[in-house]
């Protein structure tokens, strides 16, 4: 699957399962204090150098569908959904 793919995906369970594949394959995702949502590990040069994300629309989305407005409501969802897979 193409990173952008998770645009069209709307449920938070089915996103949840997205992940755990892209980290299966060795992706990274985390939550980002400077952006204020979750982000994809090839994201971050851009976000520490306040330059404008390739992934910024799609990650916007993938976090608004996770509900993940913070650090609290990140933790909150890794907690349900294991995202970070520990």
């Not at 709307?10 to 399962?17: D, G, L, N, Q, V």
């Not at 060795?26 to 994300?53: T, V």
Request: aromatic share 12%; hydrophobic share 35%; glycine share 6%.
């Amino acid at each position: 699957m193409n990173v952008e793919e998770l645009s069209k995906i709307t449920e938070p369970e089915k996103m949840a399962e997205e992940i755990h594949l892209f980290k299966k394959v060795g992706e990274q995702f985390f939550f980002s204090e400077k952006a204020g949502r979750l982000i994809i590990g090839r994201e971050y040069p851009f976000i520490e150098n306040g330059q404008k994300s390739p992934y910024e629309d799609v990650m916007t989305h993938v976090s608004e569908v996770l509900g993940i407005k913070d650090r609290k409501s990140y933790e909150e969802v890794d907690l349900r959904y294991n995202l970070t897979m520990y």
